[in-house]
């Protein structure tokens, strides 16, 4: 407590936050078309009320010290309103969601009121609180007073929780979704006004058709411009007429077709007409982003990237440091779907969906009356597919959002109306398959591919883990050609040079090789006359070889693939699950050998057997059985030990994560010292990638002990899940080429150079 005051956060005064919280969540409901009713205002107001108590007041004052200020909040809520949802967002708003069946039953039947009413004692009541008390319609002079006796309480809880635990799987989907949305609005609000003290401006959807018609001029000289812009039109005007309402809807077109154009174009068209909330267009990977987002940008104004780095991603709610937790928290908001136009990853609208963190579900409310866009959702796992299809129809039924899933290779993950007046089939055979068996190494296969032309042809070899990538790179290298490489061990930065230098060589028509991961799949739009894919899912496949002469320069490309491994090991099963592969096995026994028009029939049956061996049941159990604590991973192999890892290309990246880690202060201009946060975190993220934490303790030992001992500030580690690569380890450990090295690989590299 300071000069009599009782504080929220420093420099804030709690009945302020409050208020402010309340209205900056009106305001963003109002804006996606959202009632908030009277409980859900009272909780808003309640939701940090426990910060009143002298405890916590004095942790503010000396910076130290711990106060779990968010279950006595709830307490409140819960009395209040009588609601264990609007209770269970309040005591989770710092860190995460529980079961509803289990944790939160157990914690609400285990909360002794007699043992705690010493707490509430303490809360006092001041000058702000009054003003609390006659917003809820509240005639009271102590906080104390709205707490019921212990009987009374034991009533609420059998009334109020054991009911809402006990409800049946179709009751509890839709108090999943009644739970998440009210939670993402207290999140976000409860951020905001705690950064800026009051919303970010929200800005309107706008388009620039005429530009759009001068890119697509500029592409006449494309000999398949005709053919792509009669596509395009087919879509649209079938779009018009098609696209009335929020629903779910399919676009299915064939590599190089020019569907992100179209879907964008189609998109946008209909969230006008509708007067969607807003554009969220979703990518299977961060190096995509950028790529498309300019693409958008082509037409489209206030258009956003949502970078992924891995910063502040805490679970915990009073085990941290106040001021830490504030930070972290503060950096978190920096990736909020505030804009009209949000371009964002597959990963990211995962966590926004079903991760049961408080700062991942911040942005779920934004799907609110909004138009949503599924590129290449094939890299869903098939075991998420009923569950990701379940929750699509119901928040298009019930947040009237819009669902557009496009690719060539479409799963069957939600019935949906199509786009395209009718299936579109590409002009010409463009490449033919051929299947080398299993199992082979890499070297062999760099021997095949060497007798096939593929040093003297434009090739492209796509492999399964970073690892191979990084041996057939080497191996290639071997062979006197020095080949390009992606992965996601490279920055976006990085990335997005290696695909400029390759577009300029296809321009020109000069030599050019790449070796990557499966980055290269899909929405990039690069052409090789070889391609080579280690096994995979056989829609994998297909999308790699739709990069295979995929606009017709050659007559007829050769896309071959062949299961790699060494030491008796598949490198396919370290990343694919077994069904999966067995599938992909099964096509290949029966068709050796195959060319593109086989496709649409061979990835029809593909994965109509798929869906019927598949277990498709968890993530959509865990909506419908109350278990909302638990997170289905958006991909199997996802390695839950991952740190960041940043790039320090000029120098000053300990200047910049100290300036993001600084709240706003009170001389600031709040609008623009925001904006200027979000500009670093931009920064930090093009050069930012995610590596397992095994490597980097294996870098900072070795490092310390060996190869450069001389050389000891070449990697450091300045945080629990934050490394840093130095400029002399540029080249290193980290090399602009390739990539992140890990140890192991980077011995073999020396050998070679």
Known sequence: MKDGQIYSHPHKLLDKHLQGTLKIAEEIALSCGIELNEKAKNALLLHDIAKAHPTFQKMLLTGRGKFGHAEPSAVMVLNLTRDLLYTEAVRRHHSRLQNMPSEVWKFWNEWELDDNQRLFRCLPWWTGANDIALAMQLDIQSWYELLPNQDEWEDIITDVVEKTTDESGQAMQFDWLKLRSFFSILVASDRMDAAIGERLPLNKLETDFAQLKEYLQEKKDDKLAEWREGVRKGVIDHARLVLNKPSIYTLTLPTGAGKTIAGLQAASEFAQRSKASRIIYVLPYVSLVEQ????????????????????????????????????????????????????????????????????????????????????????????????????????????????????????????????????????????????????????????FMVKQGALTNSSLFVLNTRKSALLMWIEIRKKGLIPYFLSRWMTPLDRNHVLQEIKTKEKNRELRCLVSTQVIEAGIDLDFELAFRDLGPMDSIIQVAGRCNRHCTKELGRMFIAELGEKGRSYATQVYDSVLLQQTRLIFQKFNEFDESLTPQIIADYYGAISSIVDNSELWGNITEGRWGEYVSLFSNYDQNEAMLIIDYDGNIDTKIELLQQPVNKGEDKLTAVKKRRQLYMELSRCSISVPKKYLDEWGNRCGAMIFSNEPDIIEQIGPEMWVVRQRGIGKIYRRDIGFVPASIWDLLFDIE
Do not use: C
């Open 292 to 447: 498309n987002a300019d693409i958008a940008r082509i037409f489209l104004r206030n258009v956003r990237e949502d970078h992924h780095l891995a910063y502040g991603n805490s679970d915990t709610d009073t085990e941290k440091e106040y001021e830490q937790k504030n930070n972290e928290d503060f950096i978190s908001f920096f990736r909020y779907w505030q804009e009209p136009v949000i371009i964002t990853t597959l990963a990211k609208l995962w966590e926004v969906l079903f991760s049961p963190r408080a700062n991942d579900a911040m942005s779920f409310h934004s799907l609110y009356n909004a138009v949503v866009i599924f590129d290449e959702p094939q890299a869903i796992p098939a075991n998420s597919w009923l569950g990701l299809g379940n929750t699509l129809e119901m928040l298009s039924s019930e947040l009237n959002t819009t669902f557009i899933l496009m690719t060539a290779t479409q799963p069957e993950i939600a019935k949906g109306t199509e786009l395209a007046p009718n299936p579109v089939i590409f002009p010409a055979i463009r490449h033919k398959f051929h299947w080398l068996g299993q199992r082979i190494t890499i070297e062999e296969l760099v021997q």
